[in-house]
Each structure stands twice: as structure tokens, then as C-alpha cells.
């Protein structure tokens, strides 16, 4: 009777557990953070990466917290991580959930800033406003300005910002520095941000390039029908 | 052979290491002088030595996953130190949750209350085997959502939250449902302390059990009163003096309460009677 008890309550509390664990898009996980499930193995919830922080960015879950109790996170939107070159938060790590293994900061995924409302960000609507642009430590590479014709005043360009994943460390300082009330650009967890393509799928004008000629060889380059009279080509 | 003397030097040591070390994990944050940084869990002190809480290691390395260097050193170097002290030494001078469930014993006492419930004391171990199970199947350390212990300290240090919430029900059981009920049963965390003070080194010991008058105080405030028994009441060639059960928490409240001084701190060595003279 003994061990049903404990078996029912050990699975209650499992049951608990895995339902609690699941990550609200805002809250953010340190730099060189595991996959969010190895490190809930792997975190202590120690805290020491909180107290290494110099900017106090980091806060333990508290219990009713959405996040996993007790485990490291931020909200890119209140503070920021401000990206230290020697990234103490790991360096505290006791059991490796921070991965070690991250020694250049710029390698950090925390997640990835995504302009999530095309309808507010300033820039989108003609203007200039260019602060998460601006405000980025990697300031021309994670974001850049992709110039776009005004259809509005037929005479101006959009400077539209545009996030490039390859380099985006997810900081959120973008984030946290949006002017507007709330903010249009967002730092989201990697899962949620990004598309995949079908792992069967093959660029073509890629495969070309890497195999140095045409992948079918012989084949009838057709004429392209150009729109609005544009005859032939 | 009664002897008026303090009845409460072991219970006040006790607390004053409790608090003590509370007090340590609080100065840092509250007053910026940063002894010890982190929790229970695991923390560094003076930013030179590390000590990791051995269950969150074992939970940790179940889920599948190897720390780092600086946990497993933290841990040896506390494994180390219980197995000289006795395991749940822990349980009786640094856990914080202690001092929560002897208020409920107290209070227990004095309202004269009778917990009906008497869950087994071998609950805990099949606890802990069932959440070792468990984390190792979902890859978790599903203990650490529910854990008052690491809940309290780190609250404590690091924000409380509703984290109240499970202490209150930790009391309450104790004070209603069963009788000593979280630590000396359930506490999965004190189980594991537990067996690290199978071969501990200091014990409390009987010697002078000839002198017991059977006034049954020390087994009315031991936390674990089925270690007294054998060493207490062994004669001849039974068991030694010495208080050799793993859940024995080293509190010394037996020391304090008992007027015929029975027992005192020694070691586990010679647990053979001499021969009376």
C-alpha cells in the first residue's frame, strides 16, 4: 500500500510537472541555454547565473510564474540581455544547462526577433524610425533595412527592417527599445519563429550553383510571357 | 542522579545554525556582503568553493544529463561532509523546511492534537525511487515543481511567489495529518540524506543506558524514535549504544531532554558495551 501511495503520488507529481513546464513566447532563457527540455533535467535552478548578471536581467520563477519554477528566464521587453563578452551567466553555470561549450557571445541563440506587426512598426508606414536598427549589437547583420517603394507617396522609399536568422542572437534589446506603446517587434523562441523547409525539398538555383551546371541537361528555355504587354522575352 | 541543568543547548545550537546559514544565503542580496551565492541547491562560497545539494545532482544525472565539473566537485565536497557528520544532519541543521514542521509539532503538542494518519516511514524511499523512475522516463527533475525544500530557500533568497502555499499544506499536514508526517515520511530529499548517513561518522550514543528510568522523553521529541530503541535498550551482546539508524537527524534533542545524560555525541567506532563496573 505503501508503494501505491507513493507510486500515485509520484506520478501526480510528474503529471504536474510535464503540464507546468511549457514556456509562455515572452519569457526568454539565458545565452547557451540547452534545449529547453535537456535543461529542465539540467538546471539546478540554483540561481547563480541570476546573481552573475551584471545587469540584473535574469530572475528566477517564482511559484504561479508561468515559467518552470524556479528556473532562470527574462523578459526581453522589460530588460534585455545586454550580450557580455564573457558571458558570466554560463561561466556560473554549475551543471552545464548554461552550455559551456558557448565562448563567443555572438553564437548565443535565445531565440529570434521576428517584426511581428507590419501594420504599427513606424518604418512599415513610411517613416524612419530605425531604433531596433539602430539599437542592435549587431548593428547591420542581425537586422538590416531592405528598401521598398512607397506606394502611399509614390515618391519615397520604406527602409523596411528585416531580420536575418543566421545572426539574430535573440537579446531582445530590439525588443525592448520599440517606441511604440507595444512593441512590433518581437523576440520569439526559435521553435515558434522559424519555418522549415520539407527536409526532401532542394533549392534548384542552389543545386545548380553547387553542381556547376544544369541539373537536366537539354532542356527547352521556353520564351517568359511578361505581364501588362510586355511582349515576350 | 538527577541533575538541573539547560535543557535546550542542542535545540538552540540548532537554530542558530539554521538561521545562521539562512542568514548567510540573505546577506548577499539583502545587504550586498556575498558570502555564499545561489541556494541550497547548489551555491558557491566566497566565489571559491562550490557545493552542489547531492538529491538535485542525482535528479540531474537520472534526467540523462552529466554536469559539469563544478557540480560534481560541489557535490563530493558535500557528500564528504555528511558522511562525517551523519546524512541527516541536514535534515536537522541546515534544511529550513525543519523549522517549519517543528512548529508543527510544537503547536501539535500543545493544542494536544492526535493525527490519526500513520503513513509507513519507508514512504519516502519508494517516493524517491518512484520520481527517480519518473525522471528518468520524461527526461525532468519532476521533484523540483513541488520540492518545499529548494521552494522555501529559494524564496526566501530569491522571491517567494505562492510558494507559501506549499509550505502551509506542509504544516498543516504535519500539524493535522500525520505526526511528523513531511520529514520523518515523505521527505524524499531526507531519504536520500538518509543513505549517505548509513556509514556516517558522528552518532549520538547510549553508554550510559544503564542510568534510563524509562521516562520515554527522548522518544516523545525524537523526530525518528525508532532509532533509539536498539541502542537504548540493547543488553549484553544485542545492539551497541550506538544510535546507528540511518534516519537518525543528529538534532540532540535526546541530549537535551533526557535528566539521567544518557546520551552524547561520539562516534560510530567501539559500539560495544565495555564491561560494567
Redesign the interface.
Known amino acids: 500500500m ?2 501505491c ?3 500515485l ?3 501526480g ?2 503529471l ?3 503540464n ?2 511549457a514556456m509562455p513566447a515572452q519569457a526568454l532563457r539565458p545565452p547557451g541555454v ?1 534545449d529547453e ?2 535543461f ?9 547565473c ?3 548578471c551584471p545587469y540584473d536581467t535574469l ?7 508561468p515559467v ?3 528556473t532562470p528566464y527574462f523578459i526581453a521587453r522589460q530588460v534585455a540581455c545586454e550580450m557580455c563578452e564573457d558571458i558570466p551567466c554560463v561561466k ?6 548554461l552550455d ?1 561549450e558557448l565562448t563567443d557571445i555572438d553564437d548565443a541563440r535565445m531565440g529570434l526577433a521576428v517584426l511581428i506587426d507590419q501594420e504599427t512598426c513606424l518604418n512599415f508606414l513610411g517613416l524612419r524610425c530605425d531604433v531596433c536598427y539602430q539599437i542592435c549589437p549587431l548593428i547591420g547583420e542581425a537586422i538590416t533595412l531592405e528598401l521598398d517603394h512607397n506606394d502611399r507617396t509614390g515618391v519615397h522609399a520604406r527602409f523596411l527592417h528585416t531580420v536575418n536568422s543566421e545572426t539574430c542572437t535573440g537579446c531582445g534589446k530590439c525588443e525592448a527599445a520599440c517606441v511604440l506603446d507595444v512593441a512590433a517587434i518581437k523576440v520569439l523562441p526559435i521553435t515558434l519563429a522559424k519555418g522549415q523547409l520539407g527536409r526532401h525539398y532542394r533549392l534548384g538555383w542552389e543545386e545548380q550553383e553547387k553542381a556547376g551546371k544544369p541539373l537536366l541537361e537539354n532542356i527547352i528555355d521556353l520564351p517568359d510571357r511578361m505581364p501588362a504587354g510586355g511582349g515576350l522575352q | 542522579m538527577v541533575r538541573s541543568r539547560w535543557r535546550w543547548k542542542w535545540l538552540f545550537l540548532r537554530r542558530l545554525t539554521q538561521v545562521g546559514i539562512l542568514g548567510l544565503f540573505l546577506l548577499g542580496p539583502m545587504a550586498g556582503i556575498w558570502i555564499v551565492k545561489g541556494n541550497l541547491s547548489s551555491n558557491l562560497v566566497l566565489d571559491l568553493l562550490p557545493l552542489t545539494d547531492p538529491f538535485l545532482l542525482l535528479q540531474t544525472t537520472v534526467s540523462g544529463h552529466l554536469p559539469e565539473t563544478t557540480a560534481l566537485l560541489g557535490t563530493a565536497i558535500v557528500v564528504t561532509f555528511y558522511l562525517l557528520v551523519g546524512g541527516r544532519a541536514f535534515c536537522g541543521w541546515v534544511c529550513p523546511v525543519n523549522i517549519v514542521t517543528d512548529a508543527a509539532a510544537w503547536l501539535r503538542e500543545m493544542l494536544g492534537l492526535r493525527p490519526r494518519a500513520r503513513p509507513s516511514r519507508t514512504t519516502r524511499y519508494w517516493l524517491l525511487g518512484t520520481l527517480l523512475i519518473m525522471t528518468a522516463l520524461t527526461g525532468i527533475t519532476v521533484w523540483e515543481w513541488v520540492n518545499p525544500v529548494s521552494m522555501l530557500h529559494r524564496g526566501l533568497i530569491f522571491g517567494f511567489g505562492f510558494a507559501w502555499v506549499v509550505l502551509l499544506a506542509v504544516f498543516l499536514f504535519d500539524l493535522l495529518v500525520a505526526q511528523r508526517g513531511w520529514c520523518s515520511h515523505l521527505c524524499p530529499m531526507g531519504a536520500t540524506y538518509s543513505l549517505l548517513g548509513a556509514g556516517s561518522i558522528i552518532r549520538v550514543r547510549a553508554d550510559d543506558r544503564a542510568r534510563c528510568d524509562d521516562c520515554m522523553e527522548c522518544f516523545r521529541v525524537c523526530p525518528e524514535p525508532q532509532v533509539i530503541q536498539p541502542a537504548l535498550k540493547g543488553t549484553g551482546d544485542g545492539p551497541g549504544p550506538v544510535i546507528t539508524g540511518m534516519n537518525c537527524t543528529n538534532c540532540g534533542r535526546c541530549i537535551d531532554v533526557c535528566d539521567q545524560i544518557v546520551f552524547h555525541f561520539g562516534t560510530r567506532f567501539h559500539n560495544k558495551m565495555e564491561a560494567s563496573s
Not at chain 1, 529542465?40 to 547563480?48: F, N, P, S
Not at chain 1, 530572475?59 to 510564474?65: H, I, M, Q, T, Y
Not at chain 1, 556560473?92 to 544547462?97: D, E, I, N, S, V
Request: charged share 15%; hydrophobic share 45%; aromatic share 4%.
Open positions: 505503501t508503494a501511495g507513493a507510486a503520488f509520484g506520478g507529481v510528474t504536474y510537472a510535464t507546468a513546464s540547452l527540455e535537456t529542465l533535467g539540467a538546471c539546478v535552478r540554483c540561481g547563480l541570476v546573481r552573475d530572475d528566477l520563477a517564482r511559484v504561479g510564474e518552470a519554477v524556479g556560473a553555470c554549475p551543471t552545464g544547462a559551456p
